[in-house]
């Protein structure tokens, strides 16, 4: 079984361009997950699907965050304009089950994309 | 209040002896489930052991087990025979049942097996 993919791997840009992450979740897994890991801490949700509609986005920045769901398969992740405080690594993650599973559905995450802002 | 504290933010352990990694926890949902993840410097999360609130005895995979005590709200992790593999981030995580299924991550636990 194939796992979660993220692209790109590493990014580098300068503060205020746009950068933009895929993620290719585990087929047939309902529920994904963006989260952003500053070097340091643990991971923090940014943004949760399940299928294609948001199910949590109360941690994402929407003046520059956005984040989308086609047909409730791939996703993508994008910072416009970015900061010097967004660089981070973006952790992709899915789990099978939906948010009516019991507190069991565990999530399997891709390699991450390390974003650094210059 | 934080979900999830992990207070110990470096540990070091003799290579083949058991170290226990320390994770408590905030809720007041009655169903609610705990993960331990495994960072190694490459950057992915590794999921290492599930503990449902509901489960009554401890859960062990291989060589690791969780030290579950309900009434404490504490899920320590337990590492037995470490390896120098074994060197990386632990993080501990909760999900709670009542709030969309959200997860919540500690700070982690940096491990160091010393030779």
């Known amino acids: 079984e194939a796992g979660v993919a993220q692209s790109p791997r590493y990014k580098i840009i300068e503060k205020r361009q746009s950068v933009a992450f895929w993620c290719n979740p585990i087929?047939?897994?309902?529920?994904l997950y963006w989260y952003q890991q500053i070097l340091g801490q643990g991971p923090k949700l940014l943004i949760q699907?399940?299928?294609?509609?948001?199910?949590?986005d109360s941690q994402l920045p929407k003046d520059r965050f956005s984040a989308e769901r086609l047909k409730g398969v791939d996703s993508t992740l994008k910072i416009q304009p970015a900061k010097l405080e967004d660089s981070a690594v973006y952790l992709c993650?899915?789990?099978?089950?939906?948010?009516?599973?019991?507190?069991?559905?565990?999530?399997?995450f891709g390699p991450g994309t390390r974003l650094t802002v210059l | 209040a934080q979900k999830i504290t992990q207070t110990q933010p470096g540990m070091f352990v003799q290579e083949k002896e058991a170290v226990t990694l320390d994770c408590t926890y905030d809720?007041?949902?009655?169903?609610?489930?705990l993960f331990w993840y495994k960072q190694p410097s490459s950057g992915e999360m590794i999921f290492l052991i599930y503990?449902?609130?509901?489960?009554?005895q401890n859960a062990t995979e291989g060589r690791y087990s969780l030290n579950f005590q309900k009434a404490r709200k504490s899920a320590n992790l337990v590492i037995s025979a470490s390896q120098l593999g074994d060197s990386a981030m632990y993080f501990c995580?909760?999900?709670?049942?009542?709030?969309?299924?959200?997860?919540?991550f500690g700070t982690g636990t940096s491990l160091t097996v010393i030779p």
């Open positions: 993650a899915s789990s099978l089950f939906g948010v009516k599973a019991s507190s069991y559905n565990e999530q399997f």
């Open positions: 087929s047939g897994h309902a529920t």
């Open positions: 699907f399940q299928n294609n509609g948001v199910v949590d």
């Open positions: 809720t007041s949902d009655p169903s609610y489930g």
């Open positions: 503990q449902g609130s509901y489960d009554q």
């Open positions: 995580a909760m999900r709670e049942s009542n709030t969309g299924n959200q997860f919540y």
